[in-house]
């Protein structure tokens, strides 16, 4: 990112707009100082769900480089699914809009944090008031889940897939090499499905 601190990195379309890669780093920046402050590190699980959006970038970013694993599902996620899912997996964190969010304003072992950020502004981050990340490590290795998604069981239930960090890199220079990319290249480019990961390399897939 910060080899294009000035240049134009990447448009989000749905604001029609270019960020630069100091854009993204100052995003980053303001992600790593609210986990750090509501005492999140390595190997933590941040549930979420959000839509298709240029925050993705820096958000995965800035846990993906303190080794905090990101959980994400739908966004149409019906809000009571949110909220149950929470009640039986107590995650450290949640990070959602300011609609979803509000169904836990009232939370008492919640913190409730507005970010500003240029890519999502009024992004909401929810953080259990016990957590501590006193002794926790803060640089992931390659063995490190980077993410947790759900995907179509056989059962027709959802079931979890965790993508460790070597695989993320692999599936990242594979493509990198299979679509030729340069500095010179400009592409069009989305949330990458699992199907893609899963095409790169299935020997890294971890199921739950």
């Given at each position: ?8 990195f990447f448009k989000a379309?749905?604001l029609n707009y270019w ?140 079931k979890q897939v965790g ?46």
């Open positions: 990112m910060l080899e294009n601190a000035e240049r134009d379309i749905s960020f630069t890669g100091q854009d993204v780093e100052d995003d980053i920046a303001i992600f790593q100082e609210a986990f750090r402050r509501n005492g999140l590190g390595k190997d933590d699980v941040v549930f979420m769900a959000l839509e298709n959006s240029a925050v993705y970038i820096p958000m995965n970013q800035a846990m993906w480089r303190y080794g905090i694993t990101a959980h994400s599902v739908a966004s149409t996620t019906p809000i009571a699914e949110l909220v149950a899912d929470y009640d039986e997996n107590q995650y450290l964190a949640m990070i959602f809009n300011q609609e979803k969010a509000a169904a836990f304003k009232e939370n008492a072992e919640l913190h409730y944090e507005v970010s500003h950020l240029k890519t999502f502004p009024d992004l909401v981050l929810l953080s259990r008031k016990d957590n501590d990340n006193t002794y926790k490590e803060m640089t992931p290795t390659e063995d490190t889940l980077g993410w947790i998604l759900n995907t179509s069981g056989t059962t027709g239930k959802f993508l460790l960090h070597r695989f993320m890199r692999l599936a990242g220079e594979d493509n990198f090499v299979l679509h030729r990319m340069t500095k010179e290249v400009d592409e069009l480019l989305s949330l990458v499905g699992l199907s893609d990961f899963a095409n790169h390399s299935p020997d890294h897939l971890s199921g739950g």
